[in-house]
C-alpha cells in the first residue's frame, strides 16, 4: 500500500515563492514516477510536473517557474514554485505511479496554495 502526504502549503504573495513536499510510504522506490497535479476551483485537474530516476517533466506553463526534485533517502518528493501568481491557485496533489506507465493509482490528499495579488 502507497501513502502520500503532502505538505508546505499556504497563503504567499504575488511573486512569491513556496516549497511542497510529498512524503512517500509504502513500495515507492526510485523506480515509481513521483508527479504533482494541481485543481483550481471550477475547474479540472491538471498536470503540473513529474520525475522519475532523474528525469522530469513539466507543464509548459510552469516549466521556467517550478522545479521537481526528490530525496530518496528521504523518499520525499518536492515541488519548489516559484514567481507564483494569483491562477496558480489551486489544490496541488502528489501522486504516484509505477513504473513509467503514468497511471496514476496513489493520491495524496491535496495541500492548498493561495497566492493574493
Known amino acids: 500500500q502507497v501513502q502520500l502526504v503532502e505538505s508546505g502549503g499556504g497563503l504567499v504573495q504575488d511573486g512569491g515563492s513556496l516549497r511542497l513536499s510529498c512524503a512517500a510510504s509504502?513500495?515507492?522506490?526510485?523506480?515509481?514516477?513521483m508527479g504533482w497535479f494541481r485543481q483550481a476551483p471550477g475547474k479540472e485537474r491538471e498536470f503540473v510536473a513529474r520525475?522519475?530516476?532523474?528525469?522530469?517533466a513539466y507543464a509548459d506553463s510552469m516549466k521556467d517557474r517550478f522545479t521537481i526534485s526528490r530525496d530518496n533517502a528521504k523518499n520525499t518528493v518536492y515541488l519548489q514554485m516559484t514567481s507564483l501568481k494569483p491562477e496558480d491557485t489551486a489544490v496541488y496533489y502528489c501522486?504516484?505511479?509505477?513504473?513509467?506507465?503514468?497511471?496514476?493509482?496513489?493520491w495524496g490528499q491535496g495541500t492548498q496554495v493561495t497566492v493574493s495579488s
Open positions: 501522486a504516484a505511479a509505477r513504473g513509467a506507465t503514468l497511471k496514476w493509482g496513489y
Open positions: 509504502g513500495r515507492t522506490d526510485a523506480s515509481y514516477t
Open positions: 520525475w522519475r530516476a532523474g528525469s522530469t
